[in-house]
């Protein structure tokens, strides 16, 4: 289900916030930036995660993409912070998704009073898998999103594995 929840105009700029649940896990908005100008072509999609899914915190990065060229050119060239988080954090969410969604322990994807909980498990890992990546990226940490990801599965293994409900 795709809803249009707001547009703006800022700076020559439409931007368009969407309600969208065939987001990645822990998304349902998702801000489409676009100039007014058909003569310029770009357009900048993003997904909002967990607490990034404000109001304020959604418009502002729609107000720094339409006045700061140079955001919105590291963000079209792929290299803003918010945009090498999510091509980590999304296919790693992707993949716990899968993994969920290949056990024969669990109904999910199909939402049922049993398989309920792992989506909430799935959602509770993606999240921690989230903020870690975003602390790789933005912090330097030391650690690689493989490892995220195999820490991830190997929790969601063992949730699988006992049975929780």
């Known amino acids: 289900m795709r809803e249009t929840i707001d ?10 916030l969407v309600f969208d649940t065939g987001g990645p896990v822990g998304s349902d908005h998702l801000l489409i930036v676009k100039p007014v100008d058909t003569e310029a072509d770009w357009l900048i999609n993003r997904w909002f995660y967990f607490g990034e899914q404000t109001e ?9 993409v339409c006045t700061d060229e140079e955001y919105r050119q590291r963000s079209l060239e792929e290299i803003a912070d918010w945009k090498r988080v999510a091509n980590l954090y999304e296919p790693l969410a992707r993949r716990l998704y899968q993994e969920l969604s290949r056990s024969e322990r669990s109904d999910f994807p199909i939402m049922n009073d049993s398989s309920r909980a792992d989506s909430e498990e799935l959602k509770s890992l993606c999240e921690e898998s989230f903020e870690e990546i975003k602390a790789i990226v933005r912090q330097g940490k030391n650690q690689h999103p493989e490892t995220v990801y195999d820490e991830k599965k190997a929790e969601l293994q063992q949730w699988l594995g006992n049975g929780s409900t």
């Open 7 to 16: 547009e703006r105009i800022v700076n020559g700029c439409k931007a368009t």
């Open 56 to 64: 304020t915190y959604m418009w502002n990065f729609a107000e720094k």
